[in-house]
């Protein structure tokens, strides 16, 4: 299921959605933007023709914190995944293993794009993980999805608030035969 509409109703499935549009239209990305070659003095990313990334910073680069940074100083996070169910409980070790090393090898292309915080306690079946962008957010929930047959709930919250989007995992079957083989790289 695919849907790019923003008003699309409450419980609908809207997964895919915002994939492409975590640049131009995230509020951060547009009030935070340097105007000249910058690095982020929090996470040493570095701002070079319109684009961030992990390389070294231009000479001259003036101090200035990237929107990812502002984020996580604001509390205000670009997408939040909750997991749920007595499969997060069982196998909280892997879930969280597949959780890290995708959000590592989101974050590498997308030095915008992380994982903030988690909160709650895998082991209890109950878990809160937000992040600075939609596509982390996303890219984490379509692996965990893929990974142990979870089901994904894409609500949009009064559908107006396309980067504070909550996606619900119920976590409850494992019928993929790639359980040992979670991520590759
Ligand atoms: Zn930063």
Not at 121 to 133: I, K, N, Q
Request: glycine share 12%.
């Amino acid at each position: 299921m695919q849907t790019n509409t923003p008003n699309a109703p409450s419980g609908h499935a809207a997964r895919h959605d915002g994939m492409e549009s975590g640049h131009s239209s995230d509020p951060y990305q547009q009030r935070h933007k340097p105007s000249q070659p910058s690095t982020c003095p929090d996470c040493q990313a570095s701002y070079h023709d319109g684009r961030w990334s992990w390389e070294a910073p231009q000479p001259g680069a003036v101090s200035h914190r990237c929107p990812a940074c502002e984020r996580i100083r604001d509390g205000a996070p670009g997408g939040e995944l909750s997991l749920s169910g007595s499969f997060l409980a069982a196998h909280a070790d892997e879930v969280m293993r597949l959780v890290n090393n995708t959000e590592e090898h989101i974050r590498q292309e997308h030095p915008l794009e992380r994982l903030i915080d988690t909160s709650g306690d895998p082991a209890s079946g109950e878990m809160l993980l937000r992040f600075t962008g939609i596509h982390a957010t996303h890219g984490v929930a379509e692996a965990l999805e893929h990974a142990f047959s979870g089901t994904l709930d894409g609500a949009l919250p009064g559908g107006r608030r396309p980067h504070a989007r909550s996606l619900a995992a119920g976590l409850s079957s494992r019928r993929s035969n790639g359980g040992s083989k979670l991520i590759a790289g």
